[in-house]
């Protein structure tokens, strides 16, 4: 019977540090996810700043492609004028 018992015993001690083990294991995955969580939530800011300079971008852009077009529409019509004030000289 004493042998029983020193078996329970161990099997018992054995157990009680598999689930201190466990325990601390789940502590330190717990750290390890919140840094990560941590980072994750880094990465999401840099990223929605990247979009949003990306977005002022892209609005610049548009912005200088319009006044580029609305320069080269000027130019022609002046262009233009001048043609025809030259023409209009001539006759």
């Given at each position: 019977?004493?042998?029983?018992?020193?078996?329970?015993?161990?099997?018992?001690?054995?157990?009680?540090?598999?689930?201190?083990?466990?325990?601390?294991?789940?502590?330190d995955l717990?750290?390890?996810?919140?840094?990560?969580?941590?980072?994750?939530?880094?990465?999401?800011?840099?990223?929605?700043?990247?979009?949003?300079?990306?977005?002022?971008?892209?609005?610049?852009?548009?912005?200088?492609?319009?006044?580029?077009?609305?320069?080269?529409?000027?130019?022609?019509?002046?262009?233009?004028?001048?043609?025809?004030?030259?023409?209009?000289?001539?006759?």
């Amino acid at each position: 019977m004493l042998c029983f018992q020193d078996d329970a015993t161990k099997q018992l001690d054995i157990l009680q540090r598999e689930i201190q083990d466990a325990h601390e294991e789940s502590k330190d995955l717990e750290k390890v996810l919140k840094d990560l969580t941590k980072e994750v939530q880094e990465f999401s800011r840099e990223k929605e700043e990247a979009e949003r300079r990306q977005t002022e971008a892209i609005k610049k852009q548009t912005e200088l492609e319009l006044d580029v077009k609305d320069l080269q529409e000027r130019i022609s019509r002046h262009i233009q004028a001048k043609v025809s004030n030259s023409n209009r000289e001539k006759c």
